[in-house]
């Protein structure tokens, strides 16, 4: 009994908070397009009985993800989200494991401040942060100045409203996604290991290359894939930091919801978007279950 | 001596391979290693002895080249070492914690270093498995480090640092971390396989017994000094100083005056109301001057009467009776308070032991069996 209970509580709220939201979009994106509310037809209901629920089910099509492969807006912008995470990530990755690196071989006093350091950025608004960067970024912003001032540059570079902000807002973002898996897979190891590397002839560089990066490299995928999972879906940095140019499915999504009004067309992005963001997923589990086998 | 013995500290014509020459390392305002000068010779099996904290690991530490010393220099085969970079040094290192490569396999972390080298392919293979064979690991040449059990992985961390064929081999205490059992099996098996590839040893050990077994000779160190620097057997029989006699095995330590009495004969007295001690020493020693009479438990014989010809001999009564097995070690209370312990083997059964607590009992020892210390 009190197994089944503890057994329970997981499958329930796997059921509430995933399952049933899933299949209420799954449903609306086998809808059609309708000027009612809510603004797709059929509806469930029940008051028909039987009949009424045979009806529903007779109404639903595929008609939504036939139009996702006709018009190429959709396959160019989850192509380009895919292009813009996998770029993102490995940029998160090149600026993320120095700093990681350096935290895992600063003094061990020091190490809960950084820690601080990389998290502290969570505390205010993940929009406000955004935001800022528009002020760092515009043409009139603080990076422009600063680049007049000194005299490197004469006329004020573009940066937001284009691709380099969205790379940079991505990269600021998810750091701290990037770092602290690479952090603790490099903190765990034995420093011993890099000296009897050196004393079996290798030099500094080497010995990085053979020994560190293998063995870091459960926290490098780690972190890739926390970064790279929710960065193909990202709205908020394209949308505010991004320009016409930028094309990423989750502003599509976005406008196929709010503008257009049309719920199934969005439903039926998003039900693809879950589809592509699944494959990462398994390979992510995957990786964390072989880490955890190791390990035992 | 005996030609044959291997005995080159005694030969003045023979060259070190390593030496220490007024060497000083300072880590801060803390000095580790304090002035320090040592030869080791080729072949050696060299044991650095000493408590933590003594400079052992920093000594291995700066021949492996992860240390370079504050002050003085570091030779081997003649040349001075301090400039070069641990992977340019023909010495390699066993680490205590072993530091084998978690995501390589036995035969890729033996082959690692030769790899570094760019050994050819055949000549790689061959030693790769040579090593396997030495350490007896072929059958787990194709499994993980943390496959395998902690002896093994300590044959591992061996076969990877002699796969190169160093000049040197350092080991930080190599058999730290096995139970004790397998320490002293493997402790013979270090033993041949040095003298099978006629490496020079060097070895840091906190464990006297270890040092003895193994070593040709043994540094006992501390507070960054060599204390002394001699074979297991002189070290044992011949201590130079209270701490060493007092580090290595067991030792009563009696403090006293000592008087010469005839030709390095010394009389030494060392409490009220009790006879003088006779004890030899090569060594001269002032009238009336502070000195250590130190006297191993196994050199001190116990008796129910006291023996008609012996040279020392006191009375006191037992205290306690340490039972290891093979021997009883008794601790025999005098009547003013000090404690001496004597050790016998059990060659009767202990129910037929002769003494028991709170018996009366004669201790004695010739002249010879004490050392006479100084300090």
Known sequence: M??????????????????????????????????????YTPTLDFSQGWSGI??????????????????????????SSVKIALISTFLTLLVGYPIAYGMARAPAEWRPTLMMLVILPFWTSFLIRVYAWMGILSNEGYLN???????????????????????????YTYLPF???????????????????????????VQAFWLVTIPLSRPGIIAGCFLVMIPVIGEFVIPSLLGGSGTLMIGKVLWEEFFSNRDWPVASAVAVVLLLILVIPIVLFQRNQQKQTEAEQ | MNSDVFAPWEDPQAKPLIQFQNVTKRFGDFTAIDNLSLDIF?????????????????????????????????????????????????????????????????????AFGLRRDNMPKRDLEDRVEEMLRLTRLTQFARRKPHQISGGQRQRVALARSLAKAPKLLLLDEPLGALDKKLRQDTQFELMDIQEKTGTT????????????????????????QLMQVATPDRIYENPNSVYVADFIGDVNIIEGRATANGEDTYQID????????????????????????????????????????????????VHDIAYLGNLSTYHVELPNGTIIKAQTANTRRISRRSFTWEDPVWLSWTATAAVLLAD
């Open chain 1, 145 to 171: 100045q600063l680049l007049l001032w000194t005299g490197l540059i004469s006329t004020p570079l573009t940066i937001l409203n284009t691709n380099t902000a969205v790379y940079i807002g991505i990269v």
């Open chain 2, 270 to 317: 060392w409490a009220e109301g009790q006879a003088p001690l006779t004890a030899t020493s090569a060594k001269g020693f002032a009238r009336g001057q502070a000195c250590h009479l130190a006297i191993r438990p196994e050199k001190v014989t116990i008796s129910a009467d006291r023996p008609a010809d012996a040279i020392n001999a006191v009375q006191g009564k």
């Open chain 1, 2 to 39: 009190r197994r089944a209970f503890l057994i329970a509580v997981p499958y329930v709220w796997l059921l509430a908070l995933f399952l049933v939201p899933f299949f209420i979009v799954l449903k609306i994106s086998l809808s059609d397009i309708a000027l009612a509310i809510p603004p």
């Open chain 1, 54 to 79: 045979k009806d529903f089910f007779s109404q639903l099509d595929l008609e939504n993800y036939v139009w996702l492969t006709e018009d190429d807006l959709y396959w160019k912008a989850y192509l």
């Open chain 1, 178 to 204: 990037m770092i602290l898996p690479i952090y603790s897979a490099l903190e765990r190891m034995d420093e011993s290991l890099i000296e009897a590397a050196e004393d079996l002839g290798c030099s500094r």
């Open chain 2, 201 to 224: 040893f060097v070895i840091v050990t906190h464990d006297q017994e270890e040092a003895m077994t193994v070593a040709s000779r043994v540094a006992v160190m501390d507070q960054g």
């Open chain 2, 42 to 110: 080729e072949k050696e099996f060299f044991a650095l002895l000493g408590p933590s904290g003594c400079g052992k690991t920093t000594m291995m530490r700066m021949l492996a080249g992860f240390e370079t010393p504050t002050e003085g220099h570091i030779m081997l085969g003649g040349q001075d070492i301090d400039p070069i970079p641990p992977n340019k040094r023909a010495v390699n290192m066993m680490f205590q914690s072993y530091a084998l490569f978690p995501h390589l396999s036995i035969w890729e972390n033996i």
